[in-house]
Protein backbone atom coordinates (compact mmCIF):
# COMPACT_ATOMS: atom_id res chain seq x y z
CA UNK A 1 0.00 0.00 0.00
CA UNK A 2 2.81 2.29 0.78
CA UNK A 3 4.80 1.17 -2.26
CA UNK A 4 1.63 2.46 -4.12
CA UNK A 5 0.88 5.43 -2.80
CA UNK A 6 4.07 7.18 -1.97
CA UNK A 7 6.36 5.11 -4.68
CA UNK A 8 9.17 4.56 -1.53
CA UNK A 9 11.13 2.09 -4.42
CA UNK A 10 11.71 4.94 -7.15
CA UNK A 11 12.62 7.81 -4.66
CA UNK A 12 15.22 5.25 -3.14
CA UNK A 13 13.71 5.53 0.23
CA UNK A 14 11.83 2.96 3.12
CA UNK A 15 8.91 3.23 5.15
CA UNK A 16 11.53 2.46 8.52
CA UNK A 17 13.47 5.85 6.64
CA UNK A 18 10.03 7.94 5.67
CA UNK A 19 8.56 7.36 9.74
CA UNK A 20 11.80 8.56 11.29
CA UNK A 21 12.29 12.05 8.97
CA UNK A 22 8.53 12.09 10.01
CA UNK A 23 9.34 11.96 13.37
CA UNK A 24 12.44 14.44 13.01
CA UNK A 25 10.59 16.93 11.28
CA UNK A 26 7.84 16.53 14.18
CA UNK A 27 9.81 17.20 16.77
CA UNK A 28 11.19 19.98 15.23
CA UNK A 29 8.13 21.96 14.56
CA UNK A 30 6.07 21.23 17.78
CA UNK A 31 6.73 24.33 18.97
CA UNK A 32 3.98 25.35 17.15
CA UNK A 33 1.46 23.82 19.46
CA UNK A 34 2.44 25.74 22.12
CA UNK A 35 3.86 28.73 21.17
CA UNK A 36 0.74 29.47 18.89
CA UNK A 37 -1.84 28.84 21.36
CA UNK A 38 -0.49 31.52 24.13
CA UNK A 39 -0.19 34.28 20.98
CA UNK A 40 -3.73 33.69 19.99
CA UNK A 41 -5.09 33.63 23.26
CA UNK A 42 -3.43 36.98 24.06
CA UNK A 43 -6.40 38.65 20.81
CA UNK A 44 -8.76 37.00 23.30
CA UNK A 45 -9.07 33.31 22.42
CA UNK A 46 -9.89 30.36 24.32
CA UNK A 47 -6.36 29.06 24.87
CA UNK A 48 -7.83 25.31 24.82
CA UNK A 49 -9.61 25.38 21.71
CA UNK A 50 -6.79 26.74 20.05
CA UNK A 51 -4.08 24.84 21.46
CA UNK A 52 -6.94 21.65 19.20
CA UNK A 53 -7.08 23.75 16.30
CA UNK A 54 -3.79 23.96 16.23
CA UNK A 55 -2.92 20.16 16.10
CA UNK A 56 -5.75 19.55 14.00
CA UNK A 57 -5.08 22.11 11.69
CA UNK A 58 -1.36 20.78 11.16
CA UNK A 59 -2.56 17.59 10.98
CA UNK A 60 -5.15 18.11 8.35
CA UNK A 61 -2.37 20.08 5.92
CA UNK A 62 0.56 17.91 6.44
CA UNK A 63 -1.53 15.04 5.45
CA UNK A 64 -3.20 16.57 2.40
CA UNK A 65 0.30 17.32 1.35
CA UNK A 66 1.36 14.06 1.78
CA UNK A 67 -1.09 12.33 0.20
CA UNK A 68 -2.44 15.07 -2.68
CA UNK A 69 1.30 15.99 -3.72
CA UNK A 70 3.42 13.22 -2.11
CA UNK A 71 6.22 16.05 -0.94
CA UNK A 72 7.67 15.23 2.94
CA UNK A 73 6.44 18.56 3.41
CA UNK A 74 4.60 19.43 6.90
CA UNK A 75 2.25 22.56 8.02
CA UNK A 76 1.17 23.87 10.45
CA UNK A 77 0.32 27.51 11.47
CA UNK A 78 2.88 29.96 10.79
CA UNK A 79 4.82 31.57 12.90
CA UNK A 80 5.02 35.47 11.75
CA UNK A 81 1.06 35.38 10.15
CA UNK A 82 0.37 34.47 14.00
CA UNK A 83 1.73 37.46 15.52
CA UNK A 84 0.45 39.75 12.60
CA UNK A 85 -2.91 37.83 13.58
CA UNK A 86 -2.82 38.94 17.27
CA UNK A 87 -0.56 42.15 17.34
CA UNK A 88 -1.53 43.75 14.09
CA UNK A 89 -5.33 43.07 13.55
CA UNK A 90 -6.67 42.51 16.51
CA UNK A 91 -4.34 44.17 19.16
CA UNK A 92 -3.26 46.81 16.48
CA UNK A 93 -6.06 47.93 14.19
CA UNK A 94 -9.04 47.02 17.06
CA UNK A 95 -10.88 44.35 15.30
CA UNK A 96 -12.43 41.35 16.92
CA UNK A 97 -10.55 37.92 16.62
CA UNK A 98 -13.70 36.63 15.21
CA UNK A 99 -13.38 39.09 12.08
CA UNK A 100 -9.34 38.09 12.23
CA UNK A 101 -10.47 34.62 11.74
CA UNK A 102 -12.88 35.54 9.15
CA UNK A 103 -9.87 37.65 6.99
CA UNK A 104 -7.56 34.46 7.39
CA UNK A 105 -10.82 32.23 6.26
CA UNK A 106 -10.93 34.96 2.57
CA UNK A 107 -7.58 34.74 1.88
CA UNK A 108 -7.31 30.86 2.26
CA UNK A 109 -10.18 30.96 -0.18
CA UNK A 110 -8.34 33.73 -2.90
CA UNK A 111 -5.38 31.60 -2.18
CA UNK A 112 -6.93 28.39 -3.23
CA UNK A 113 -8.35 30.32 -6.26
CA UNK A 114 -4.96 31.59 -7.18
CA UNK A 115 -3.83 28.01 -7.24
CA UNK A 116 -7.05 26.17 -9.07
CA UNK A 117 -6.28 28.70 -11.97
CA UNK A 118 -2.43 28.23 -11.98
CA UNK A 119 -1.78 31.65 -11.21
CA UNK A 120 0.62 30.77 -7.79
CA UNK A 121 2.20 27.74 -10.52
CA UNK A 122 3.19 30.30 -12.69
CA UNK A 123 4.25 32.51 -10.12
CA UNK A 124 7.05 30.00 -8.74
CA UNK A 125 8.19 28.75 -12.17
CA UNK A 126 9.10 32.54 -13.37
CA UNK A 127 11.84 32.84 -10.35
CA UNK A 128 15.14 32.54 -12.30
CA UNK A 129 17.11 29.76 -10.72
CA UNK A 130 19.57 32.32 -9.38
CA UNK A 131 16.73 33.60 -7.14
CA UNK A 132 14.94 30.34 -6.17
CA UNK A 133 19.06 28.76 -5.10
CA UNK A 134 19.15 32.43 -3.09
CA UNK A 135 15.79 32.24 -1.50
CA UNK A 136 16.59 28.22 -0.34
CA UNK A 137 19.88 29.93 1.14
CA UNK A 138 18.08 33.32 2.65
CA UNK A 139 15.86 30.87 4.64
CA UNK A 140 18.54 29.09 5.58
CA UNK A 141 20.04 31.82 7.24
CA UNK A 142 16.25 32.96 8.22
CA UNK A 143 16.35 29.53 10.40
CA UNK A 144 20.40 30.09 11.78
CA UNK A 145 18.45 33.43 13.20
CA UNK A 146 16.35 31.72 14.53
CA UNK A 147 18.21 28.66 16.23
CA UNK A 148 20.48 30.89 17.47
CA UNK A 149 18.24 33.43 19.37
CA UNK A 150 15.94 30.99 20.64
CA UNK A 151 19.38 29.70 22.20
CA UNK A 152 20.53 32.58 23.69
CA UNK A 153 23.97 32.16 21.63
CA UNK A 154 23.04 35.58 20.56
CA UNK A 155 21.11 38.08 22.36
CA UNK A 156 19.77 41.32 22.27
CA UNK A 157 22.00 44.77 22.59
CA UNK A 158 20.97 48.24 22.88
CA UNK A 159 23.97 49.76 21.08
CA UNK A 160 24.72 47.16 18.55
CA UNK A 161 21.33 45.21 17.95
CA UNK A 162 22.60 41.58 18.53
CA UNK A 163 25.89 40.31 20.49
CA UNK A 164 27.29 37.08 21.69
CA UNK A 165 24.63 35.59 24.68
CA UNK A 166 26.60 33.73 27.66
CA UNK A 167 27.49 30.75 26.15
CA UNK A 168 28.46 28.97 29.90
CA UNK A 169 24.88 28.42 30.23
CA UNK A 170 22.76 25.41 30.34
CA UNK A 171 20.59 26.36 26.99
CA UNK A 172 23.50 27.63 24.42
CA UNK A 173 26.16 24.81 26.01
CA UNK A 174 23.49 22.12 25.25
CA UNK A 175 22.22 23.77 22.18
CA UNK A 176 25.89 24.00 20.58
CA UNK A 177 26.54 20.14 21.94
CA UNK A 178 23.85 19.13 20.31
CA UNK A 179 24.53 20.71 16.67
CA UNK A 180 27.91 18.94 17.02
CA UNK A 181 26.52 15.36 18.10
CA UNK A 182 24.11 16.21 14.69
CA UNK A 183 26.83 16.86 12.56
CA UNK A 184 29.08 14.32 13.61
CA UNK A 185 26.34 11.72 13.50
CA UNK A 186 24.91 12.66 10.02
CA UNK A 187 28.56 12.81 8.50
CA UNK A 188 28.79 9.00 9.34
CA UNK A 189 25.71 8.45 7.15
CA UNK A 190 22.70 7.99 10.63
CA UNK A 191 19.76 9.27 9.11
CA UNK A 192 18.23 9.47 13.10
CA UNK A 193 21.01 11.56 14.23
CA UNK A 194 18.52 14.60 14.31
CA UNK A 195 15.98 12.58 16.30
CA UNK A 196 18.21 10.89 18.33
CA UNK A 197 20.01 13.93 19.93
CA UNK A 198 17.14 15.51 20.12
CA UNK A 199 15.74 12.98 22.23
CA UNK A 200 19.09 12.42 23.77
CA UNK A 201 19.22 15.74 24.99
CA UNK A 202 15.39 15.90 26.19
CA UNK A 203 16.49 12.82 28.32
CA UNK A 204 19.31 15.50 30.06
CA UNK A 205 17.00 18.29 30.83
CA UNK A 206 14.95 15.30 32.89
CA UNK A 207 18.50 14.37 34.62
CA UNK A 208 19.06 18.34 35.48
CA UNK A 209 15.91 18.96 36.73
CA UNK A 210 15.12 21.32 33.64
CA UNK A 211 12.31 19.48 32.43
CA UNK A 212 9.61 17.94 34.34
CA UNK A 213 7.81 14.97 33.94
CA UNK A 214 3.81 15.74 32.96
CA UNK A 215 2.65 12.51 32.06
CA UNK A 216 1.80 10.81 29.22
CA UNK A 217 -2.41 11.24 28.19
CA UNK A 218 -4.74 14.36 28.77
CA UNK A 219 -8.09 14.48 27.58
CA UNK A 220 -8.15 17.38 24.86
CA UNK A 221 -9.98 20.78 25.35
CA UNK A 222 -13.00 21.22 23.75
CA UNK A 223 -12.55 23.13 20.70
CA UNK A 224 -16.24 24.64 20.10
CA UNK A 225 -15.32 28.20 21.44
CA UNK A 226 -13.12 28.80 18.21
CA UNK A 227 -14.61 26.22 15.87
CA UNK A 228 -16.61 27.89 13.24
CA UNK A 229 -16.55 31.15 14.46
CA UNK A 230 -15.38 33.28 11.56
CA UNK A 231 -17.32 36.50 11.13
CA UNK A 232 -17.23 36.70 7.44
CA UNK A 233 -19.16 39.73 7.17
CA UNK A 234 -17.26 41.79 9.26
CA UNK A 235 -14.10 40.96 7.14
CA UNK A 236 -15.88 41.66 3.88
CA UNK A 237 -15.48 45.71 5.17
CA UNK A 238 -13.77 47.82 3.02
CA UNK A 239 -11.27 48.34 6.16
CA UNK A 240 -10.23 44.73 5.72
CA UNK A 241 -9.14 44.79 2.25
CA UNK A 242 -5.12 45.72 3.07
CA UNK A 243 -5.63 42.79 6.03
CA UNK A 244 -6.57 39.96 3.63
CA UNK A 245 -4.51 40.79 0.91
CA UNK A 246 -1.46 41.36 3.97
CA UNK A 247 -2.55 37.46 5.08
CA UNK A 248 -2.60 36.30 1.23
CA UNK A 249 0.84 38.12 -0.18
CA UNK A 250 2.71 36.46 2.83
CA UNK A 251 0.80 33.61 2.68
CA UNK A 252 1.90 33.22 -1.06
CA UNK A 253 5.65 33.80 -0.87
CA UNK A 254 6.46 31.80 2.19
CA UNK A 255 4.77 28.89 1.16
CA UNK A 256 6.10 29.29 -2.38
CA UNK A 257 10.06 30.22 -0.48
CA UNK A 258 9.35 26.93 1.61
CA UNK A 259 8.19 25.03 -1.26
CA UNK A 260 11.17 26.11 -3.22
CA UNK A 261 14.08 25.79 -0.44
CA UNK A 262 12.77 21.84 0.47
CA UNK A 263 12.14 20.84 -2.72
CA UNK A 264 15.81 21.53 -3.80
CA UNK A 265 17.07 20.29 -0.81
CA UNK A 266 15.52 16.84 -1.26
CA UNK A 267 16.44 16.90 -4.83
CA UNK A 268 12.73 16.51 -6.18
CA UNK A 269 13.03 20.06 -8.21
CA UNK A 270 14.99 19.44 -11.96
CA UNK A 271 17.90 20.87 -12.73
CA UNK A 272 16.57 24.49 -13.21
CA UNK A 273 14.72 24.42 -9.92
CA UNK A 274 11.07 23.81 -11.16
CA UNK A 275 8.89 21.98 -9.22
CA UNK A 276 7.33 18.46 -10.27
CA UNK A 277 3.57 17.95 -9.18
CA UNK A 278 3.44 21.74 -7.70
CA UNK A 279 -0.48 22.17 -8.49
CA UNK A 280 -1.58 19.30 -6.10
CA UNK A 281 1.08 20.46 -3.53
CA UNK A 282 0.02 24.36 -4.12
CA UNK A 283 -4.09 22.76 -3.68
CA UNK A 284 -2.80 20.91 -0.55
CA UNK A 285 -1.60 24.10 1.41
CA UNK A 286 -4.04 26.50 0.22
CA UNK A 287 -7.14 24.12 1.69
CA UNK A 288 -5.09 23.73 4.73
CA UNK A 289 -5.28 27.48 4.86
CA UNK A 290 -8.91 27.13 4.66
CA UNK A 291 -9.52 24.68 6.66
CA UNK A 292 -7.26 25.93 9.83
CA UNK A 293 -9.17 29.28 10.24
CA UNK A 294 -12.55 26.78 10.33
CA UNK A 295 -11.10 25.26 12.82
CA UNK A 296 -9.87 28.75 14.41
CA UNK A 297 -6.50 29.25 14.01
CA UNK A 298 -4.11 31.58 12.27
CA UNK A 299 -3.27 30.90 8.83
CA UNK A 300 -1.75 27.24 8.05
CA UNK A 301 1.51 27.61 5.88
CA UNK A 302 4.37 24.81 5.02
CA UNK A 303 7.07 25.10 7.17
CA UNK A 304 10.51 25.14 6.03
CA UNK A 305 11.27 22.55 9.12
CA UNK A 306 10.60 19.94 7.11
CA UNK A 307 14.16 20.64 5.88
CA UNK A 308 15.01 18.64 9.11
CA UNK A 309 13.16 15.48 8.03
CA UNK A 310 14.65 15.96 4.16
CA UNK A 311 18.15 16.08 5.85
CA UNK A 312 16.72 12.25 7.81
CA UNK A 313 16.52 11.04 4.54
CA UNK A 314 12.82 11.35 3.89
CA UNK A 315 11.63 11.72 0.52
CA UNK A 316 8.08 10.87 -0.27
CA UNK A 317 4.09 12.44 1.28
CA UNK A 318 4.86 9.34 3.46
CA UNK A 319 7.11 11.64 6.19
CA UNK A 320 4.09 14.76 5.78
CA UNK A 321 1.53 11.86 6.73
CA UNK A 322 3.67 10.74 10.12
CA UNK A 323 3.96 14.20 10.46
CA UNK A 324 0.03 14.95 10.27
CA UNK A 325 -0.77 11.93 12.83
CA UNK A 326 1.71 12.52 15.22
CA UNK A 327 0.06 16.12 15.24
CA UNK A 328 -2.94 14.54 15.84
CA UNK A 329 -2.15 12.44 18.73
CA UNK A 330 -0.91 15.67 20.21
CA UNK A 331 -4.23 16.66 21.09
CA UNK A 332 -4.22 13.08 23.40
CA UNK A 333 -0.25 13.53 24.69
CA UNK A 334 0.10 17.19 24.92
CA UNK A 335 2.05 17.10 28.01
CA UNK A 336 5.02 14.80 26.79
CA UNK A 337 5.04 16.98 23.60
CA UNK A 338 5.98 19.67 26.09
CA UNK A 339 8.67 18.22 27.67
CA UNK A 340 11.51 18.47 25.08
CA UNK A 341 13.72 21.90 26.31
CA UNK A 342 14.07 24.46 23.73
CA UNK A 343 17.87 23.08 23.31
CA UNK A 344 16.99 19.69 22.13
CA UNK A 345 15.68 21.61 18.74
CA UNK A 346 17.83 24.66 18.43
CA UNK A 347 20.94 22.27 17.89
CA UNK A 348 19.08 21.19 15.26
CA UNK A 349 17.45 23.45 13.63
CA UNK A 350 20.80 25.25 13.25
CA UNK A 351 22.05 22.01 11.14
CA UNK A 352 19.65 22.46 8.84
CA UNK A 353 20.38 26.01 8.17
CA UNK A 354 23.70 24.90 7.83
CA UNK A 355 22.46 22.29 4.86
CA UNK A 356 20.21 25.09 3.11
CA UNK A 357 23.43 26.97 2.81
CA UNK A 358 24.99 24.44 0.68
CA UNK A 359 22.93 25.88 -2.39
CA UNK A 360 25.52 28.97 -1.97
CA UNK A 361 28.47 27.25 -4.23
CA UNK A 362 25.70 27.25 -6.92
CA UNK A 363 25.79 30.98 -7.31
CA UNK A 364 28.26 32.55 -10.06
CA UNK A 365 30.11 34.72 -7.95
CA UNK A 366 31.57 36.58 -10.68
CA UNK A 367 28.56 37.95 -11.76
CA UNK A 368 27.37 40.81 -10.33
CA UNK A 369 23.57 40.62 -11.71
CA UNK A 370 23.59 37.29 -9.69
CA UNK A 371 25.32 38.08 -6.64
CA UNK A 372 23.58 40.90 -5.48
CA UNK A 373 20.23 39.70 -5.17
CA UNK A 374 21.37 36.56 -3.45
CA UNK A 375 23.71 38.29 -1.43
CA UNK A 376 20.16 40.86 -0.56
CA UNK A 377 18.14 37.35 0.13
CA UNK A 378 20.74 35.86 2.21
CA UNK A 379 20.91 38.81 4.90
CA UNK A 380 17.82 40.41 4.83
CA UNK A 381 15.58 37.35 4.75
CA UNK A 382 17.01 36.92 8.59
CA UNK A 383 17.44 40.14 9.51
CA UNK A 384 14.30 41.54 8.78
CA UNK A 385 12.98 38.31 10.41
CA UNK A 386 10.52 38.12 7.13
CA UNK A 387 10.92 35.47 4.76
CA UNK A 388 8.44 37.25 2.76
CA UNK A 389 10.46 40.83 3.06
CA UNK A 390 13.17 38.87 1.67
CA UNK A 391 11.75 37.82 -1.16
CA UNK A 392 10.33 41.27 -2.08
CA UNK A 393 13.86 42.86 -1.40
CA UNK A 394 15.69 39.31 -3.70
CA UNK A 395 12.99 40.53 -6.58
CA UNK A 396 13.52 44.24 -6.80
CA UNK A 397 17.06 43.90 -6.25
CA UNK A 398 17.20 41.28 -9.47
CA UNK A 399 15.12 43.33 -11.80
CA UNK A 400 16.80 46.70 -11.34
CA UNK A 401 20.51 45.81 -11.19
CA UNK A 402 19.83 43.80 -14.47
CA UNK A 403 18.46 47.23 -15.71
CA UNK A 404 21.02 49.26 -14.98
CA UNK A 405 23.78 47.26 -15.76
CA UNK A 406 22.15 46.51 -19.44
CA UNK A 407 20.84 43.46 -19.27
CA UNK A 408 17.23 44.37 -19.06
CA UNK A 409 16.13 42.03 -21.68
CA UNK A 410 17.16 38.74 -19.12
CA UNK A 411 14.58 39.99 -16.98
CA UNK A 412 11.12 38.30 -17.94
CA UNK A 413 7.61 39.89 -18.29
CA UNK A 414 6.66 37.97 -15.25
CA UNK A 415 9.15 39.70 -12.78
CA UNK A 416 8.95 42.73 -14.18
CA UNK A 417 5.04 42.33 -13.01
CA UNK A 418 6.41 40.74 -9.72
CA UNK A 419 8.77 43.40 -8.76
CA UNK A 420 6.56 46.11 -9.63
CA UNK A 421 4.08 44.39 -7.05
CA UNK A 422 6.45 43.97 -4.65
CA UNK A 423 7.04 47.37 -4.63
CA UNK A 424 3.61 48.35 -3.99
CA UNK A 425 3.44 45.97 -1.06
CA UNK A 426 6.55 47.34 0.37
CA UNK A 427 4.95 51.39 0.13
CA UNK A 428 1.77 50.63 1.24
CA UNK A 429 1.79 47.00 3.21
CA UNK A 430 5.64 47.68 4.65
Not at 57 to 82: D, E, F, T
Not at 171 to 197: C, D, E, N, Y
Amino acid sequence: MFEKLFQLHAHGTTVKREVLAGLTTFVTMAYIIFVNPAMLAEAGMDHGAVFVATCLAAAVGSMLMGLLANYPIALAPGMGLNAFFTYGVVLGMGHSWQTALGAVFIGGVLFLLLSLFKVREWVINAIPRTLKLGIATGIGAFLAMIALKNAGIIVAHPATLVTLGDLTSATPLLSIVGFFLIAAASSRGWHAAVLVVVLLLTAVGLLRGDVHYQGLVAMPPSIAPTFLQMDLKAAFDLSLVSVIFAFLFVDLFDNSGTLLAVTQKAGLADKDGNIERLGPALAADSIAAVAGAALGTSTTTSYVESASGVAAGGRTGLTAVVVGLLFALCVFVAPLAAMVPVYATTGAIFYVAVLMLFNLQEIDWHDITEAAPVTVVLLLTPLTFSIAHGIALAFITYTLVKAMCGRAREVTPSIWVLTVLFVLKIAFLG
